[in-house]
């Protein structure tokens, strides 16, 4: 049974950091690409960032820049290190693995 569990949001000022965790389990982690997705509220759920098995990374054109994945295959751990945060990355962050498991979510909340 896949098991995603992200942790790591919270309230942030504009222009302040925040790194995201997912902790995978029931996967062969580090032969799975892994990825990021996001929720604003009244919108739908959209690509983040992904990384693959090999650790080449992709990013959406919003957070380029800003935001980094990484992957820590022995604590079958995904990351994503977000800096110079800005009111519309307010989000709920998703972690997910291929075909179509999710984590619960967690909440990123950035205001002044």
């Known amino acids: 049974q896949v098991q995603l569990v992200e942790s790591g949001g919270g309230l942030v000022q504009p222009g302040g950091s925040l790194r995201l965790s997912c902790v995978a389990s029931?996967?062969?982690?580090?032969?799975?690409?892994m990825s990021w997705y996001r929720q604003c509220p009244g919108k739908q759920r959209e690509f983040v960032a992904a990384i693959t098995p090999g650790g080449t990374t992709t990013y959406a054109d919003s957070v380029k820049g800003r935001f980094t994945i990484s992957r820590d295959n022995a604590k079958n751990t995904l990351y994503l290190q977000m800096n110079s945060l800005k009111p519309e990355d307010t989000a709920v962050y998703y972690c997910r693995v291929p075909p179509d498991s999710w984590g619960q979510g967690t909440q990123v909340t950035v205001s002044s």
């Open positions: 029931g996967i062969r982690f580090s032969i799975s690409a």
